[in-house]
């Protein structure tokens, strides 16, 4: 029998340290709800878990982006909603205009007058439709959106028609003299409006519709990698409380252990009686 060196007792001395640190382990991860809370815990888990953590921000960040893009289009399309209004009601005065037959001077010049102010607000629709500062419908507007979580995933929206009554829309000319070749010109000049109004609008509402999808495809990319994210990084609450429990117990066995083993020299002095 030894005294000066009771290996029992060191053993059990480390095994309770190893149960303690162990159960100390469960306990963070039980706290925070995340298996990994350090490299050390699974340093290639981490790694993946992170990368993965960066997709699904930019995820949906680009789905953010893709609705601010609807709503840019929107303000676009509510203003060309109203140049239509405008348009079709400046169609109905030229065809009022080319009655020649019935009209007095004043009643042309009161149909010009009113062509004059909707032409007026062709051009004023053109020039304060905008969005966060930057101009829509007024020929300038060639801008890119981001609509994925890495490069190269761009959308570019070009609006290159100035919708103005002296710009593209080429209405500012429009002015009923009740003479029928007046009236032709003009109805030829407002309907082609029209229909560049409308192909403006469809291509909005094409891309609109596109961007819709794509959100809707990032939403389920995003959630997708968030449930690989989560089975890499957070704890099974279930299983870690199951190890932190069976640590519990090792724990007071080996201080029972760690007691006994202690009282194992005393025996030494039965010899020494």
Do not use: C, W
Not at 9 to 20: E, V, Y
Not at 55 to 73: E, H, K, M, P, T
Not at 239 to 250: A, G, H, P, V
Request: glycine share 6%; proline share 0%.
């Amino acid at each position: 029998m030894i005294i000066n060196h009771n290996l029992n007792a060191m053993n059990s001395h480390r095994q309770m340290g190893m149960n303690i640190n162990s159960a100390g382990k469960s306990m963070e991860k039980l706290s925070s709800g995340l298996r990994i809370n350090r490299a050390g815990d699974d340093a290639a888990g981490l790694s993946i878990s992170e990368k993965m953590r960066g997709q699904i921000r930019g995820l949906d960040q680009a789905s953010r982006n893709s609705q601010d893009a609807i709503s840019l289009i929107q303000t676009a399309e509510g203003a060309l909603n109203e140049q239509h209004a405008i348009l079709q009601r400046m169609r109905e005065l030229v065809v009022q205009g080319g009655n020649g037959g019935t009209l007095e001077a004043d009643d042309i010049a009161a149909i010009n007058a009113e062509i004059t102010q909707l032409n007026d607000e062709l051009t004023g629709i053109s020039t304060r439709t905008e969005f966060n500062g930057k101009k829509l419908i007024n020929g300038s507007f060639d801008k890119d959106f981001q609509i994925g979580a890495n490069k190269t995933q761009q959308l570019n929206l070009k609006l290159d028609k100035n919708l103005s009554a002296a710009g593209d829309l080429a209405t500012s000319a429009v002015a009923v003299d009740g003479t029928k070749a007046k009236h032709d010109t003009d109805i030829d000049a407002v309907d082609t409006a029209i229909k560049l109004v409308s192909t403006t609008r469809s291509t909005l509402g094409s891309y609109q519709n596109r961007l819709e999808h794509t959100i809707k495809n990032l939403d389920n990319a995003a959630e997708n990698l968030q449930a690989a994210e989560s089975r890499i990084r957070d704890v099974d609450m279930a299983k870690e409380m199951m190890n932190f429990t069976k640590n519990n117990i090792l724990n007071q066995a080996s201080q029972a252990m760690l007691a006994q083993a202690n009282q194992q020299p005393q025996a030494v002095l039965q010899l020494l009686r």
